[in-house]
């Protein structure tokens, strides 16, 4: 049961959280009036999976620590605007797109690239991710990501990579359901355009349509 004690200055009441796992209520409110307990066990339930949709979006470069310390400022100072409590989740992801999005058209207007080939691929690859062979298929891929607009990147990794449905990716991007299935069959097209060009990805594309 979640503890409730009242502050020694007599100001209303106060969560006191136990170390027990805490309800999506409970983690709003801890975060709200700033208790480090909810705190922590947010860090803990979020920031791997943060740390992951920024990493599938921008993939490797230098500044996704910086990204993933966004997306929590951001999430910690409107924690407040939440309406429903089972909707954390959804609203965290929306909240991560929003900086990514931002940052990649920041990023567009000064003509920045955003692979970085130093940086180790941890996730996504098969028993050697450091093989020269995956390396170049991650990079042209990646490569291919850098030429397409912000949102047409965005909804393509939530699809193809995340594996998200249609609705999802509506909900989580802000669009309608044919909304998102048209951007989704545009952003399809112009990756698969590029990605017919490369030798190194050819052979990797599949055929079959799925976004439905």
């Known amino acids: ?32 009036s700033g208790n480090p307990s909810a705190a922590r066990q947010f860090h803990i339930r979020f920031s791997a999976n943060i740390s992951r949709w920024v990493w599938r979006i921008v993939g490797a470069d230098e500044e996704h620590e910086d990204l993933v310390q966004q997306v929590l400022v951001n ?20 909240v991560t797109i929003r900086v990514v999005k931002d940052e990649l058209r920041r990023r567009k207007r000064r003509k920045r690239y955003l692979l970085r080939n130093a940086v180790t691929i941890e996730e996504d690859t098969a028993a050697d991710p450091n093989s020269p062979f995956k390396q170049a298929h991650i990079q042209s891929f990646y490569g291919i990501l850098n030429q397409m607009p912000p949102d047409d990147r965005i909804i393509f990794v939530l699809k193809h990579l995340e594996g998200y449905s249609n609705e999802q990716i509506a909900e989580y991007c802000g669009y309608s359901i044919s909304t998102a ?12 355009e590029n990605a017919m060009k490369d030798y190194k990805l050819m052979s990797l594309i599949g055929g079959g349509d799925d976004v439905r």
């Open 1 to 32: 049961m979640q503890e409730l004690k009242k502050s020694s200055s007599g100001q209303d009441r106060i969560l006191e959280f136990t170390s027990r796992k805490l309800t999506n209520e409970e983690l709003i409110s801890g975060l709200s």
């Open 75 to 94: 999430v910690i100072t409107n924690i407040h605007s939440i309406k429903q409590a089972d909707a954390l989740d959804a609203w965290v992801r929306s």
């Open 181 to 192: 299935k048209r951007r989704l069959e545009r952003a399809k097209s112009r990756f698969l």
